[in-house]
């Protein structure tokens, strides 16, 4: 993968990012804040290609998350930005995690591979059944309380946006058991993620079969360039078995002292 092609994806997720939350430019930094909590998976910033931030562009950035109540923290690829994490770690940022970057390649087609036996997988755009998506990543990411009608709202307007909801279930008693997602595409240009399994449907290949199919649709309707940012090394090792590589790394980095 070419510097190139790293920067298309750190464009897309600059484009993609702001989507449902407020934002505002900083300096060198695309800072991003959503309403309804303060997950810091959900409130980030994401530098510009080359950024070489001062540390007052750092501290405005600092400031501004801690005046919403968000804590100060960054997801982007390191490469296309090399001055920014030793800006960030000099300001008394700390690494939380490097996760890998994902592509899929070469096209799943002529990698079928095999659903589950007893699971079938649909690409929906029904409520109920966006529903029975939203109902599964609720759980298989270990959230709290009753799910609210924002996060089923959220997949209407990824499917609304062009992007793609499937659903994988049982084929007799029609359980959900697992769902994924391809955002709306831009440049050719799609993020697969949120692909997640209910606890008692797990280690049958379903996140496995999800993504596999997810990739294909992408690139049945045009789309090109898949990629996704695995949360690990083993969440990565499901999707290399669909058909991904990784070719470079994200950074999570924050600020959590005082």
Known sequence: MTAAD??????????????????????PFLATFNRDTDNPYLNYAIPDTGAVPSGSDI??????????????????????????????????????????????????????G?????????VTTRDDDLRDAAAVQWEA?????????RVVDGLRRTVDGGGIVMLARDTETQEPAGAGLCTGPHDESTELTSVGVRP?????????????????EAIARGTGNVFLMAAGEAEARIYERAGFETVSEVLHISLTSA
């Open 6 to 27: 790293l920067q298309r994806i750190q464009s897309y997720l600059r484009f993609t990012a702001p989507r449902g939350r407020d934002h505002t430019k900083i300096g």
């Open 59 to 112: 501290d405005s950035l600092v400031n501004e998350y801690r005046r919403r109540d968000r804590k100060p923290r960054l997801e982007y690829i390191p490469a296309i930005a090399p001055a920014v994490e030793p800006a960030l770690l000099a300001s008394g940022f700390e690494v939380e995690a490097r996760t890998p970057l994902m592509i899929c390649r070469p096209a799943p087609r002529g990698r079928a």
């Open 114 to 122: 095999k659903t589950p036996a007893g699971i079938e997988l649909l």
């Open 141 to 149: 990411y270990e959230e709290r309380g009753p799910m609210p009608q």
């Open 200 to 216: 008692s449907f797990r280690r049958r290949g379903i996140a496995e079969a999800v993504t596999r199919g997810l990739a294909a």
